[in-house]
């Protein structure tokens, strides 16, 4: 599966945006998808989690309550509603794609930027 994330883009604090992530090459439905992000000069790091038929969503404790990922499986599409964004949310936000037989993710989309000014 190839996947591609889209909506970075230059907001002040306290706005939000919507990044998506577009899957080609397989049917979403069996896979559980995530979103994990990478700060300039950190590490990359868990964001936010929805495993398929949306049974289970997880957060980053730095995002939660702030951020929502949703699924589209009939559009192949993955959603993260980014609110109240902070200056820490700064990073590039890839999505990721791992089938429900592995621990780890497999797929990975080129990523986004997304820059938040103070």
């Known amino acids: 599966v190839q996947l591609q994330a889209s909506g970075g883009i230059l907001r002040q604090a306290g706005g939000s945006l919507r990044l998506s992530c577009a899957a080609s090459?397989?049917?979403?439905?069996?896979?559980?998808m995530g979103w994990f992000r990478q700060a300039p000069g950190k590490e990359r790091e868990f964001v936010a989690a929805i495993t398929r038929n949306s049974a289970a969503i997880n957060y980053a404790t730095s995002v939660e309550g702030r951020f929502t990922v949703s699924r589209e499986d009939a559009k192949h599409t993955v959603h993260l509603q980014m609110n109240n964004l902070k200056p820490e949310d700064t990073a590039i936000y890839y999505c990721a794609a791992k089938s429900i037989l592995t621990s780890e993710y497999l797929y990975w989309g080129q990523g986004t930027l997304v820059t938040v000014s103070s």
């Open positions: 090459g397989r049917s979403l439905r069996s896979l559980h």
